[in-house]
């Protein structure tokens, strides 16, 4: 989401001592955004799908997703807000849990970020 939650994420994984990639945020300048981005994610352990209701609008996130599926790469989704899983990405995520757990997602005021932090944190360590 736009509103500060992929940083304050990708903050909370790294203090837990997990390598994060998160897109136009570790890019350098002049790199060329497919290279990296394909790249990045043939590399990683689990892929990590921050889910709003947008999540698969652009091509970018439906490229990165199948990706990572085609390279059987466990899938992790974190409900960000709006429906789950997102309509666009439905056939990816339908069948996978999200953190976090429950009827709220992340950014919901009843939900303890902290606590949904570690529980993905556990998601990551049983799927990898």
């Not at 136009?24 to 990296?36: F, Q, R, S, V």
């Not at 394909?38 to 990590?48: G, K, L, S, T, Y």
């Amino acid at each position: 989401g736009g509103d500060g939650t992929v940083v304050r994420l990708a903050a909370a994984l790294k203090a837990r001592g997990l390598t994060v990639f998160v897109g136009e945020a570790d890019l350098l300048g002049g790199e060329k955004w497919a290279e990296a981005i394909q790249n990045a994610v043939e590399a990683c352990e689990v892929f990590v799908v921050l889910c709003s209701p947008t999540y698969g609008d652009t091509k970018w996130t439906i490229r990165e997703l199948q990706l990572a599926d085609n390279a059987d790469k466990p899938i992790v989704a974190v409900w960000h807000s709006g429906p789950f899983p997102p309509p666009k990405a439905k056939i990816f995520l339908s069948g996978e849990q999200r953190v976090p757990k429950g009827n709220n997602p992340l950014t919901h005021a009843s939900v303890n970020f902290d606590a949904a932090v570690s529980e993905l944190v556990e998601a990551l360590r049983r799927k990898n």
